[in-house]
């Protein structure tokens, strides 16, 4: 068996930790149809898992752009659901 590093394996737990409470704040976000918090959500999200970004460019600059990339797309999504709902709200009037 391999050894184990106890203060990796609680960076391991705290960090999925905080991903999983971050993403199900981003859906109850996406489902109450609030754009801001969506993006911003989305972003942090995207911060807490960026450690693969650093990893694999060695650069962590990236992760800023990763972050806007994805606040972006969060907001331009919630904001073609949301016209897409009146569409379909003013169609059922």
């Known amino acids: 068996m391999a050894h184990l590093d106890l203060w990796l394996a609680l960076g391991v737990v705290v960090s999925t930790a905080a991903t999983d409470a971050v993403y199900v704040m981003f859906n109850a976000a996406v489902s109450a149809q609030r754009r801001v918090p969506a993006a911003t959500w989305s972003s942090v999200w995207y911060l807490l898992s960026a450690f693969a970004v650093i990893s694999y460019t ?36």
């Open 58 to 93: 060695k650069n962590w600059v990236y992760v800023c752009f990763a972050a806007a990339g994805s606040w972006i797309g969060a907001y331009a999504s919630m904001t073609l659901l949301r016209k897409a709902k009146g569409a379909r709200g003013s169609e059922a009037v």
